[in-house]
């Protein structure tokens, strides 16, 4: 995907390939401890909240990665999110641009 893809100067695809795999490592294993929790907008957008470590990843395209891969940790973080909030995660208010830079705390679309 292209927002894996983009490098700093200097920096060669295999380096941002490992950067952006061990950011979707740590947030995984954040995703399963609850030190990083999906926030669900109104329309269904989606934030990670208190996610530090990102390495240049917006919240859509680790949504889009993870989903990608099938991640259990994520599906277990979203149930949570959707039971807590009651609003379930829409795909395509994530792929419109709906998001936070906050944490889920105020959202936009840029």
Same mark, same amino acid.
């Given at each position: 995907?292209?927002?894996?893809?983009m490098?700093?100067?200097?920096?060669t695809?295999?380096?941002?390939? =490992?950067?952006v795999?061990t950011?979707?490592?740590?947030l995984?294993a954040?995703l399963l401890t609850?030190?990083?929790?999906v926030?669900?907008a109104?329309?269904g957008?989606?934030?990670f909240?208190?996610?530090?470590?990102r390495s240049?990843?917006?919240d859509?395209?680790a949504?889009?990665?993870?989903?990608f891969?099938?991640s259990?940790?994520l599906? =277990?973080?979203?149930a949570?999110a959707?039971s807590a =909030?009651?609003?379930r995660v829409?795909?395509r208010?994530?792929?419109?641009?709906h998001? =936070?830079?906050?944490g889920?705390?105020?959202?936009d679309?840029?």
């Open positions: 995907m292209a927002c894996d893809t490098t700093r100067p200097n920096q695809i295999q380096e941002r390939a =490992s950067e795999e950011a979707l490592r740590k995984k954040d609850g030190r990083v929790q926030k669900i109104a329309n957008a989606i934030a909240a208190a996610w530090g470590e240049g990843l917006t859509a395209c949504y889009r990665l993870l989903t891969q099938n259990g940790e599906r =277990s973080a979203i949570r959707e =909030s009651g609003r829409n795909p208010a994530v792929a419109a641009g998001h =936070s830079h906050d889920g705390k105020t959202w679309k840029h």
